[in-house]
Each structure stands twice: as structure tokens, then as C-alpha cells.
């Protein structure tokens, strides 16, 4: 989403007279959501365009939740998208609603709820100033931390219009909080668990009655949201909970999960990485296969979860080591396998182990990273022969790579060798681009592969890495 709102139509209504000419209707956030939702679904369209790896399981849940016109919670571990599914959300709203220029909580012109807007209306009539919300300006989330009070939220008694002279009494004399501030809007609280179990409490009514109370006031504010909220399985017992009445007063619990195959993952890793150089399709597959070891790995602590951050951290230091690399040799840029070794020890902090793998954090990370190196070369090149390759090593000696090693370099110690173009197509597909710098990563991924099943031998002294022929090959 964008952080600043497009500008304002300038065809549209700036006066409660001329808004209700267009025959406007008002109509709450979750029956919008629902015709925008059902529009969606009968053309074809992604209701969550952007969300991968959830099209079977997460979004057909999701989607049921909203047309019931439920609040819902995303139950799930650390790095599953949580936030950014509800963050897209926002996209099934109206592009434009109109509101009561100056309401601080998004007054419908035609049903104002505070009593700045009703107080507007009653005096202006049919002149009442009127502006537009656009989407992106009616999504508020707050990220639960412990310090989060019921002002924040809900709202507080306001000095400075005291000071002004109001009464206390004056329900204009309220600073209003994110809540009534979402008013006709979506209210995402990500981390629910970690709010405090009486701040909670003052959520209750807007969950199920949809009004609000601040200190003590005569002031009922019928709000109008959808509430959606984030949290992790061990929250509930750990860092905190979601107190039983708040649990309730959702209308759905949504578990979540990290992709389910391997071309989701990449794919996820493709679209969310910040890649400062180029990083082949192979590359992002061994660290989406990775990822899903370490996940699965007795040597985790697999209650804390390993998150997709991690494998999106992993291929954006890649693409920092090619451009490390370009920087210095005066190479263009392209990862290579052999720029993961220096990766994995960034990627310590992302990981949870269990106490009794103390000291063998990073052992267990480089087997890992090489298992999943060897998972790949099988999958992408196990059918593929590879013998003009090892008859290049068997006749040149070795080929030598390494960090700083630019890829021309490489691709002429390994020579033309008959299946180049080939080896390409099956790491990268048949429609890549085959150049040098492709084409030496393939080659390098290549002789990787064949050291990690045993086929070539490889000598690796002060950042250079020597890959030739073993006895047993020859």
C-alpha cells in the first residue's frame, strides 16, 4: 500500500447537498467488502492478489469469513504473511467513501455518529463540506506491545480543549483513539496475545456492540469495522493469551502455514526479496530448500518456527556477495552457489536451536545449506549427463572458483563444453537468458553438485575453491 493517498477526484461531490443528488446510499465496511468480494470472485480475480502458497488452505478460509461478515484471527507461526495478508485487506474496500470534512472518526455525511458531525450537519444542512477517504487511508494497525494503554486505543480526555474553555462533560473534549479513528475502516492488531489481558477488556464492546467508552462519558459511538487480528500458536501460553471473551467475539480462528512446495517458496522469495543483483531461479531454490530443512531439522527449536525472512535474508545477501564481487573484479553481478557459504553465518540470528546443539549452530546450518544444494542438482540435473564436463577435469586438471573469482573466469577455465546451453535450460528453465554470468553460476552449480555426490573432488584454501577429477571418477 502506498503511503500517500492518490489526489482526490475532482468530479466528486464537496457538499452533503450534491452527494445526496448522486443518489449515494451508506453502506457499513463489511457488507462494501462483501459485494466487492463476490464482484471479485465472479470475474475470476484473486481475491488477495499478492498472497502465495495459501490459494487452497488460508484464502478460501479468509474468503468465507468475509462474506459471513465475521472479524477473524490469523493464527500462525513467525514469517507465515500474516501481516501482509492483512494488509491486502485494504484492496476489497471502496476506492473513495465520502466523510464530513473535519471528522476526526470518518462521519458518514448522510449518518454521522460523533457529535462534531451531527452538530455539522444539523447547522450546515445541505452545505456541509464534504471530502474523501481513499482505501489505503482506512486500514489502521497497531502492533500490540505491553505498554499499550486504553488511551491509545479507545481515546482519552483531551487538556488542551479543556483549556479551551469546554466542559468535562463535553463529549468534544475527547482525544479520540486508533479505534474510533478506523471508524469505517479495517482495524488489523497484529501480536494480539502480547496486549494486555485489561487492555483487552476495553475491546469488548467494539467487538461486539461496535460502541466505545471513554472515562466514565454518556457517549455511545456506534462504530463501524471490521477487526481482524495476528498471533503466533505459543502467544496463548507463553508471552500471553487471548483472553476467553476476546476469543469469542471473533467470528473465525484462521490457522495459517509457511508454503507448502517448493515453488511457492521460491516464488514468495522472488516477490519479496530486495535483490541488489541478479540471483538465478536455481539459487533462490536452494535457499527456499534450505529454509525448509532448517524448519524441519531435530537440531531447531521448531516451536519458534523458522520464518520466510529467513530465506528472503539469505538470497538478499547472495545478491550483496555478487555485488561485492562485481564491485571489485569488475564482473557483472550474478550469485553464485559458492557465495552461500559466506552467507550462512549471517543467518545464525535467525534461528532458534535447541540447547543441546550449543557451539554447533553454524556446523549444522552449512550441512543443512549443502543438503539442500545436493536436493536441487538432483532434482534440476539428475537425468542430465554431465560426462563432457568431467572429461573437461579430466583433461584441464581443475577449475578453479571462489569469491572473487568473476565469472568469465570461471566459464573459460571450464571451457566450450558440449551440454553448456543444456545444463542451463535445466537450472534455469528453458526460457532464461543465457549469459555469462548465468552461465557460469549453472557451471559452478554443476561442479557443486557433483562434488556433493562424490562424482569430482574439490580443495578450498584461502577463498579459492579447486574442482577436479577423483581417481574413482577417472
Avoid at 518456527?305 to 561485492?324: H, P, Q, Y
Avoid at 553464485?336 to 545464525?348: A, K, T
Avoid at 563432457?388 to 578453479?400: F, Q
Wanted: aromatic fraction near 4%; proline fraction near 6%; hydrophobic fraction near 40%.
Amino acid at each position: 500500500m502506498s503511503s500517500r493517498p492518490p489526489a482526490i477526484p475532482a468530479d466528486l461531490p464537496r457538499t452533503l447537498g450534491a452527494l445526496r443528488a448522486t443518489g449515494y446510499q451508506p453502506r457499513t465496511v463489511k457488507e462494501e467488502i462483501r459485494a466487492n468480494l463476490v464482484d471479485r470472485l465472479a470475474a475470476g480475480e484473486s481475491s488477495l492478489p499478492g498472497i502465495l502458497g495459501f490459494d487452497d488452505t488460508v484464502v478460501p478460509q479468509v474468503e468465507r469469513a468475509l462474506l459471513a461478515a465475521h472479524d477473524f484471527v490469523l493464527l500462525g507461526e513467525r514469517g507465515q504473511g500474516k501481516t501482509r495478508l492483512l494488509r491486502t485487506l485494504a484492496g476489497l474496500l471502496d476506492e473513495w467513501i465520502p466523510v464530513i470534512e473535519g471528522s476526526e472518526v470518518n462521519d458518514d455525511p448522510l449518518a454521522p455518529v460523533s457529535a462534531f458531525g451531527a452538530r455539522t450537519v444539523s447547522e450546515l444542512g445541505d452545505a456541509t463540506p464534504i471530502t474523501w477517504r481513499h482505501r489505503s487511508e482506512r486500514y489502521g494497525e497497531k502492533l500490540a506491545t505491553p505498554d499499550t494503554s486504553v488511551g491509545d486505543l479507545i481515546g482519552d480526555v483531551d487538556p488542551v480543549k479543556v483549556a479551551e474553555g469546554r466542559t468535562l462533560g463535553d463529549p468534544e473534549t475527547i482525544h479520540f483513539g486508533l479505534v474510533p479513528r478506523t471508524n469505517r475502516g479495517i482495524l488489523a492488531i497484529n501480536e494480539l496475545p502480547d496486549l494486555a489481558e485489561r487492555i483487552q477488556v476495553s475491546l469488548l464492546n467494539v467487538l461486539e456492540e461496535r460502541d466505545i467508552q471513554v472515562r466514565g462519558y454518556t457517549l455511545r459511538l456506534p462504530l463501524d469495522l471490521l477487526v481482524v487480528a495476528s498471533a503466533n500458536p505459543e502467544d496463548y501460553t507463553n508471552r500471553g493469551r487471548i483472553i476467553t471473551p476476546m476469543k469469542d467475539r471473533f467470528g473465525a480462528e484462521i490457522t495459517t502455514h509457511y508454503p507448502y512446495d517448493v515453488e511457492h517458496e521460491v516464488d514468495l522469495i522472488a516477490q519479496e526479496a530486495d535483490m541488489v543483483a541478479v540471483v538465478p531461479r536455481h539459487l533462490m531454490e536452494v535457499m527456499a530448500r534450505f529454509t525448509r530443512l532448517v524448519r524441519e531439522s531435530g537440531a531447531v527449536d521448531q516451536r519458534s518456527g523458522v520464518s520466510a525472512r529467513f530465506a528472503i535474508a539469505g538470497v538478499e545477501a547472495l545478491s550483496g556477495a555478487a555485488l561485492r564481487r562485481g564491485a571489485i573484479t569488475g564482473d557483472v553481478p550474478v550469485a553464485r552457489i559458492g557465495d552461500l557459504v559466506g552467507v550462512v553465518p549471517s543467518l545464525r540470528g535467525k534461528v532458534e536451536f535447541e540447547v543441546s546443539e550449543e557451539g554447533r549452530e553454524e556446523e549444522v546450518l552449512i550441512h543443512l545449506a549443502r543438503k539442500a544444494t545436493a536436493e536441487t542438482f538432483r532434482r534440476r540435473v539428475g537425468g542430465f549427463d554431465l560426462t563432457p564436463l568431467i572429461g573437461v577435469l579430466d583433461e584441464g586438471g581443475s577449475i578453479e572458483t571462489g569469491d572473487l573469482v568473476p565469472g568469465p573466469d570461471v566459464l573459460a577455465a571450464g571451457g566450450p563444453f558440449e551440454g553448456l546451453g543444456g545444463l542451463v535450460a535445466a537450472l534455469e528453465g528453458g526460457d532464461a537468458e543465457p549469459t555469462p554470468g548465468i552461465a557460469a553460476a549453472c557451471l559452478e552449480m554443476a561442479l557443486e553438485g557433483l562434488w556433493l555426490t562424490r562424482r569430482i573432488d574439490k580443495d578450498e584454501d584461502e577463498g579459492r575453491v579447486r574442482y577436479g577429477v577423483t581417481e574413482a571418477a577417472e
